[in-house]
């Protein structure tokens, strides 16, 4: 399964909206009926965090102006109003069969 | 608090071996599967190796098939992941990351560990 993530970059007054999208070449449903799409956050220098879950379920702690949404074979991340502190690289997971696979990467920064 | 840290990282000429080890603590770590995923330097994250909670199943990412072992001692609370015959492609920070329980992914991280192979 091959994830295909758009923009590779995105620039992004603060305060503004950001949206990040993750498309796969092969549905995500799992034979459970679940989606297993993810979304991480990777700022620099750190480690990726988890930040939505199962599409749209946000992780322990992640401040609600993240959202997911999508289904099938379409996956959208956005940011309601970006903070300084969004800054970095978002990657979306599936987790649906093995091997999981990662999206190549989307980079926010700051206008 | 859930942490996992890894070690056993560095330098390694290509061709030689090394064992990265995780020691996990802050949760029932008998009851959860453990994954490894790399990411080489300035690229993206690649799922690398996972094995479930008893250590009788194991998956590896072709590209390390046969080449790296991953394993688990529970009364430890340490998953490790043995890479031999090891090439320059394998240079990356490899993190150690918790299976989630209740549906089918990952969710806590570990700071990493940097492989390097290189003459």
């Known amino acids: 399964i091959v994830l295909t993530q758009t923009p590779l970059s995105s620039p992004v007054t603060l305060g503004q909206p950001a949206s990040i999208s993750c498309r796969s070449s092969?549905?995500?449903?799992?034979?459970?009926?679940?989606?297993?799409l993810s979304w991480l956050q990777q700022r620099p220098g750190q480690p990726p965090r988890l930040l939505i879950y199962?599409?749209?379920n946000r992780f322990s702690g992640v401040p609600d102006r993240f959202s997911g949404s999508g289904a099938g074979t379409d996956f959208t991340l956005k940011i309601s109003r970006v903070e300084a502190e969004d800054v970095g690289v978002y990657y979306c997971?599936?987790?649906?069969?093995?091997?999981?696979?990662f999206g190549g990467g989307t980079k926010v920064e700051i206008k | 608090e859930v942490q996992l840290v890894e070690s056993g990282g560095g330098l390694v000429q290509p061709g030689g071996s090394l064992r990265l080890s995780c020691a996990a603590s802050?949760?029932?770590?008998?009851?959860?599967?453990i994954h490894w995923v790399r990411q080489a330097p300035g690229k993206g994250l690649v799922w690398v190796s996972d094995?479930?909670?008893?250590?009788?199943?194991?998956n590896y990412a072709d590209a390390v098939r046969g080449r790296f072992t991953i394993s688990r001692d529970n009364d430890k609370n340490t998953v490790y992941l043995q890479m031999n015959s090891l090439r320059a492609e394998d240079t990356a920070v490899y993190f150690c990351?918790?299976?989630?329980?209740?549906?089918?992914?990952?969710?806590?991280w570990g700071q990493g560990n940097l492989v390097t192979v290189s003459s």
């Open positions: 997971l599936h987790s649906t069969q093995s091997p999981f696979t």
């Open positions: 199962k599409i749209s």
């Open positions: 092969q549905s995500l449903v799992h034979s459970d009926g679940n989606t297993y």
């Open positions: 094995i479930n909670s008893d250590g009788r199943s194991r």
């Open positions: 990351i918790r299976g989630s329980k209740g549906w089918n992914g990952i969710d806590y």
């Open positions: 802050g949760f029932t770590f008998s009851n959860y599967w």
